[in-house]
Structures are given as C-alpha cells and as structure tokens.
C-alpha cells in the first residue's frame, strides 16, 4: 500500500459540514492543521475572514502534510488498520 491510499476524509484532522460528510467527496473538506489568517484588501478595506485551507492544498504543501501524508491521524479503529498496513 502506499501514502495515497490515507485520504483526507479519514484523518483525525479533518473538518466538513454534513453534506461533504454524507457525499463523502474529498474535495470538501478542511485540514485543521493550516489555518488561513484573515486579510484585508488594501484597496478596498474588504476582510476576508480566516478560514482552514482545503485538505487538497494541505497535502500538495510538505512542510505540513504532504503527499506522503505525514500529519495523517486516523478518526477510527478501522482506519487505524490502514495506517498500519501502509507502514508497513
């Protein structure tokens, strides 16, 4: 087995709102490992709130997760077997 198969939807870290959860579509979810600070624009004095970035962009940047999943935590007992299956 090899890292991709620890998806983001089965990580302890990750945060969805119920329809992404019921869906079970990846793309939705939120790492809550890589908060975004809020900002404002400078021209028009728009703040735009923090917010948790993208599970996607989470694992594409290695200084947190990566794509050999390194800050991936299992929510279950079941996805804990994964994980050591992977390690192996």
């Not at 990750?14 to 939120?30: D, M, V």
Request: glycine content about 6%; charged content about 25%.
């Amino acid at each position: 087995m090899n890292p991709e198969q620890l998806k983001c939807h089965d990580c302890a870290h990750s945060r969805a709102n119920i329809l992404t959860r019921l869906t079970r579509s990846s793309f939705g979810y939120r790492c809550g490992l890589n908060w975004k600070e809020s900002t404002t624009d400078k021209v028009t004095g728009k703040v735009e709130p923090g917010h948790y970035a993208f599970c996607v962009s989470t694992r594409y940047n290695t200084e947190i997760c990566g794509t050999d999943a390194k800050a991936w935590t299992p929510r279950t007992k079941k996805d804990f077997f994964t994980l050591l299956k992977v390690q192996r």
